[in-house]
């Protein structure tokens, strides 16, 4: 505890937290599929994937879907990932890192791009939610950006300061919201980036969330 108590984490949920890689892959092919476009592999989309999503259908296609077609593809893409995502599971370390945290007194919280109404009862499914004391999903139109969530996520947190914060996640627009918030970020290359598209989001990589945690003490103290 000591000087340390008064550090708190952000934590993405999909591709961090919760290891749900091979759910987005199936459930992006399957969206790609309604368009006729050709499935890509895992790291084909961690070389391409980037926010908000609809400029990463235009890196595949050549152009920005068109409304209808982002609808039938974001529509397509979250059926799929409901039925992929029951065989996924929170990512190796993951619960102990939460505990640990939480037992030496400091704080963390959960903000997601993954819908609000899904998100709660999947975290209580796997009995992680009282290690936090918010968790915040997206609650308007899917396919945006992170910074204004994250700088309303802060602001309904009593007692934490943004430069005492530290966000961890899998995608470069993390390290956007985190900046535009005012807190700094850890980025991990387990999820939806490789490391080379992180690596200019001007926050430190790793390649675990047990790095990560470390790294955000350290940033934090």
């Known amino acids: 505890m000591g000087m340390h108590t008064g550090a708190h984490i952000v934590w993405d949920w999909n591709g961090t937290l919760f290891h749900d890689n091979d759910a987005v892959i199936g459930a992006t092919n399957a969206a790609f599929a309604e368009l006729g476009l050709e499935p890509i592999t895992l790291e084909q989309y961690r070389a391409l994937y980037c926010v908000p999503v609809p400029k990463f259908y235009e890196r595949l296609m050549g152009r920005l879907p068109t409304d209808a077609e982002w609808e039938v593809m974001d529509a397509t893409f979250h059926r799929h990932y409901t039925e992929h995502r029951v065989r996924c599971g929170l990512t190796e370390g993951a619960a102990e ?99 080379a598209s992180l690596e200019g989001a001007g926050a430190p990589v790793v390649d675990t969330l047990a790095e990560a945690v470390a790294e955000a003490e350290r940033l934090a103290a």
């Open 97 to 195: 890192l939460l505990a640990g945290w939480s037992s030496a007194g400091r704080s963390q919280s959960i903000l997601s791009m993954y819908g609000h109404e899904e998100l709660v009862p999947l975290v209580k499914g796997f009995g992680i939610e009282t290690h936090f004391i918010r968790v915040d999903g997206r609650t308007g139109p899917s396919g945006g950006s992170k910074a204004e969530h994250m700088v309303r996520h802060l602001a309904a947190l009593a007692g934490v300061e943004p430069a005492r914060t530290v966000v961890i996640g899998d995608a470069a627009d993390d390290a956007v919201a985190a900046r535009h918030a005012g807190a700094r970020a850890v980025l991990y290359t387990g999820g939806s980036h490789s490391r």
